[in-house]
């Protein structure tokens, strides 16, 4: 083999090599949830998903309810996950585990938000949805409770309540009407089995600003 045959195969493998680790990372970066995605939360022990509509509550703080839908593909059910009001996360960036963050309602931009109200099925504590245009104030703070380093997709994780320290949950209550069988969301004081929730359905945002389509969207 001569010496350009060998210069040749030498700058074929590095270039190998570097499309493998571009591929590795780009590969690396969509296994998580980022800033800016919007998603659909499925609780795990109860297979409904995080919800909300432009009804309110008939107790408690009387803000916009919070329940949990069986229906996979109502559009009530995504969530933009943002920054917290005093540190805005960049766009595409990796949530990390221990991470603050709001979860915004995509249709009609009130956050999750927590308080000391009785929920009014189980009694623990109300979840609702609060604010104008995504701008509400401290009690939209939830941390993402996760083992890892960054919030991966396939995990299953909790969110803890900032401000209060409850545990965003599914214990099966079921509404009647006017949102008969929708499932009952509120904050428990421990972490259980009833507080695990995945990202099913979304639009994920990457570092480069380039949305990444997931399932229905």
Known sequence: MGPFRVISVFLDLILVCLMFVQCGARDLDSSYVTCGSLVKLLNTRH????HSHDVKYGSGSGQQ?????????????????RGKPDKVCQRGEPIRCGQAIRITHMKTGRNLHSHHFSSPLSNHQEVSAFGENGEGDDLDVWS???????????????????ATEVFLSVTGEQYGQPIRGQREVHGMPSPNQHNYWKVMEGVFIQPSSDPVRHDEL
Do not use: M, P
């Open 65 to 81: 309810s919070v329940t949990g839908v069986d229906l996979a593909d109502d559009a009530n059910s995504y969530w933009r996950i």
């Open 144 to 162: 993402v409770q996760c083992s890892a380093t960054y919030w991966e997709r396939d995990d299953a994780v909790r969110f803890k309540h900032v």
């Open 47 to 50: 297979s409904v998903r995080l």
